[in-house]
Every structure is written in structure tokens, then in C-alpha cells.
């Protein structure tokens, strides 16, 4: 019996109104029950997920419908100076062909050129071109409105707030874009 598991602290994902999972009993401090643990990384997603579905319906209305959020960390991880497809892997945590996929999509939709190294002659180099350049312009203001947009619901110390404690339990090494890497991409 030992091995039997309490069905009501399963996390458990539940569809919009049909109930929000079990809460688990005691008090946190205050009047409210204790929430469960695994809410606050749905709750997290949930919010990264908002901003990014927002963020692409607008860089699609302002010219870039074809971008998605993989192309926006690969930009990233090219970023202003270029990078190689093992560096834009490394960055990413991917393989080198993975890399190489979204790189070649990058290129097709005309946001990124392969170029030689003038370092090196022996290395390409991918670079972002002035429409890559572009979309990552647009995405920085787009972000930028989003978290206005925030603080006018929420209050603009709230927001200030909500970000402060976030850097304080995420430790800095954190902000890294290998995203794919722990979703399981390849």
C-alpha cells in the first residue's frame, strides 16, 4: 500500500471550466488553501505562451506571418555579429542539423543569409539580414507594448514586482534559449 498514490495531488491538466484540479489542503499564512505546486509552472507557461501567441499575430500583421517562435530564439542565438550552425545549436541546445533546418528556414524567408567568415574561410557563417534585423525590431516593441499593456491591467508596480521576485528564484544562468532542449525538440 505503500506505493498507492493520493489521486487527488496528481497533477493534472483540466480543460478551461471544467474545474481546476484538486487543492491540496493547509494554509499558506493566509485565509486562501494552499494552492498546488504544479499550478505556478502551468501559470508561468500559460503567461509565456499569451505573450508569444500575441507577439506573433502582431509581427504577422506588421509583415512577418511566416515567423515563429523557433525562428525568433534562432535569431537570437545568431544575434547582431553572426554566428556558425554548431554556435546557433550550442545556443540553442540542438544538434548542428537541427540548427541547420531552422537556419535554412531563416533563409527562405529571406531573414538570414549564410555568408563566408572573414575570420575564418574555412567556416560559414550565418548572418541576419535587414528583414531578420527587422522582426527582431519589431518583436522588441511589440514586447515592449506587451508589458505596458501588463501594468495598465495589473498596475505598473505589480508588474515591477512580479519581475523582481522572478530574478530573484531564477538563478541568471537560466536565461539561456535552448528552450527546444528541455521541450523535448530535437
Known amino acids: 500500500m505503500d506505493n498507492m498514490v493520493d489521486e487527488k495531488k496528481v497533477n493534472q491538466v483540466v480543460e478551461k471550466g471544467k474545474g481546476q484540479g484538486p487543492v491540496a489542503a493547509g494554509a499558506t499564512g493566509d485565509s486562501e488553501p494552499e494552492r498546488p505546486g504544479y499550478e505556478l509552472p502551468l501559470l508561468l507557461f500559460a503567461g509565456f ?7 506573433h499575430a502582431e509581427l504577422a500583421r506588421q509583415g512577418h506571418p511566416d515567423l ?29 542539423q ?23 574561410a574555412r567556416r560559414k557563417l550565418v ?6 534585423l527587422d522582426a527582431l525590431a519589431r518583436s522588441a516593441a511589440v514586447f515592449d507594448e ?36 528541455w521541450l523535448g525538440g530535437a
Open 98 to 120: 537541427a540548427a541547420g533546418k531552422t537556419v535554412d528556414r531563416l533563409v527562405a524567408l529571406g531573414c538570414a543569409e549564410r555568408a563566408a567568415d572573414p575570420a575564418d
Open 68 to 96: 515563429r517562435p523557433a525562428h525568433g530564439f534562432a535569431m537570437q542565438a545568431i544575434g547582431p555579429a553572426g554566428a556558425t550552425a554548431s554556435e546557433v545549436g550550442r545556443r540553442l541546445g540542438v544538434s548542428k
Open 49 to 55: 505562451r499569451t505573450l508569444i501567441d500575441r507577439l
Open 127 to 132: 548572418r541576419l539580414t535587414p528583414r531578420g
Open 146 to 181: 506587451l508589458r505596458a499593456e501588463w501594468a495598465r491591467t495589473l498596475g505598473p508596480g505589480r508588474v515591477r514586482a512580479l519581475e523582481d521576485d522572478l530574478r530573484t528564484v531564477v538563478p541568471p544562468e537560466a536565461f539561456r534559449l535552448d528552450a527546444a532542449g
